[in-house]
């Protein structure tokens, strides 16, 4: 599953359904396996694939049924179809995919409850461990070296690609089904076997920081996580806010507008295309627009979250602080074929208030930051709250 995107159950879409799509980048394969995305990956140069995906959308139709007429895999004659479209983002996958994705979207997932990052050096470490998970009760602790899984070593390998191998393929994947871990923490090494286990995402999470600062972490938006964004910037201290989108691979939509809500009184949030019909998303009214805010971003910041980005930074509600945005500005809509598997293509992209375009470029913060990119955040906090 590794670099795949998930999406929500299909819906119709139509006029004044906008707040049903979902902007691809879907939690990735991290929210999957419980492991965050931990490099950034730059896509190609913007190209608009709107026209290419309308003409795949009628030939993957044709070509599900005319394999249905021959006895054979829609699926698979839908993979071919996406294939040959040119649509860097469309996908095709199986009915027991997509309903894993569906329960993600959920907040829901088959995982071990690990966390995981790669450091300078290649090596892969435990980034955090979920409390009552398979990994927090085998002991396993944030900062613990993993070296191995099912045998297969994995310094060097890109995070997407840990978290394929300790998520399994579809059949793997099941609750109760169990993956090998080798471990090193100082000068022990160990293996030990989990079993996958259902279990739930935390996608909004709340700190206090010294000063009376609020730190709102989104890691993706899944369902609920705007109204949790809008609890939190209720309940936030006088200090100001900082709302933490590095890492986080999107989400659906209504969740997102949602989220960009609890900042702003009403207005646009996004214009997007479907299909060549323009339309826009808007704010709710009655967001807190008096405390300062620092939006936090690096090159994991995908999707979903860069419109929540774009937003606040062109409206000039925040000041956006980190790296570079990933650049997944793109609108997938889902199709059923006639075998369960759905193919999800591209079908529009969205822009920010001001008019920019997103995929392929990102968004570049107004203020560049590293590895401090949390305390540049407070620093300059600090100073909107002076003014």
């Not at 470490?125 to 398979?134: M, T």
């Not at 008019?355 to 906090?381: H, S, W, Y």
Request: hydrophobic share 35%.
């Amino acid at each position: 599953m590794s670099g795949r995107d998930l999406f929500c159950q299909p819906r119709r879409v139509g006029r004044g359904a906008a707040l049903t799509l979902v902007f691809a980048g879907v939690l990735a394969a991290g929210a999957a396996t419980g492991a965050l995305p931990g490099e950034e990956r730059r896509p190609e140069p913007e190209v608009s694939r709107t026209a290419a995906a309308s003409l795949s959308r009628h030939e993957v139709a044709e070509a599900a049924a005319e394999a249905m007429a021959d006895g054979k895999s829609p699926e698979e004659a839908a993979e071919r179809a996406v294939s040959r479209s040119g649509d860097r983002w469309g996908a095709v996958y199986s009915e027991g995919e997509y309903e894993e994705f569906t329960e993600a979207l959920d907040g829901r997932y088959t995982g071990v409850g690990l966390w995981a990052r790669r450091e300078r050096d290649g090596r892969i470490e435990v980034a955090r461990v979920r409390s009552g998970s398979p990994a927090d009760g085998a002991g396993i602790r944030e900062g613990d070296r993993l070296r191995s899984v099912d045998g297969r070593t994995v310094d060097g390998r890109p995070v997407t690609e840990v978290v394929s191998l300790l998520r399994g393929d579809a059949t793997e994947a099941a609750v109760g089904t169990t993956v090998r871990l080798g471990l090193e923490r100082g000068t022990r090494a160990w293996s030990v076997t989990l079993r996958r286990a259902s279990l739930s995402t935390e996608p909004v999470t709340v700190r206090g920081l010294p000063g009376g600062v609020t730190v709102i972490k989104v890691a993706a938006f899944t369902k609920g996580s705007g109204e949790r964004v809008r609890g939190a910037v209720r309940q936030a201290r006088p200090g100001g806010i900082i709302l933490d989108l590095r890492g986080n691979s999107g989400g659906l939509v209504t969740e997102a507008v949602s989220a960009a809500s609890a900042f702003l009184d009403g207005g646009l949030v996004a214009t997007y295309d479907v299909e060549g019909e323009q339309r826009a998303l808007h704010a709710k009214p009655g967001g807190d627009t008096e405390k300062p805010l620092v939006t936090l971003v690096d090159g994991g910041t995908m999707s979903a979250a860069e419109l929540v980005t774009g937003a606040l930074q062109d409206r000039g509600r925040a000041v956006v602080v980190g790296a570079r945005t990933f650049g997944k500005g793109s609108v997938q809509m889902p199709s059923r074929l006639p075998d369960g598997s759905v193919a999800e293509l591209t079908v529009g992209h969205y822009r920010t208030p001001a008019g920019r375009g997103v995929d392929g470029r990102g968004i570049t913060p107004d203020l560049e930051a590293d590895g401090e990119a949390l305390k540049r955040a407070e620093t300059v906090l600090s100073g909107l709250g002076k003014q």
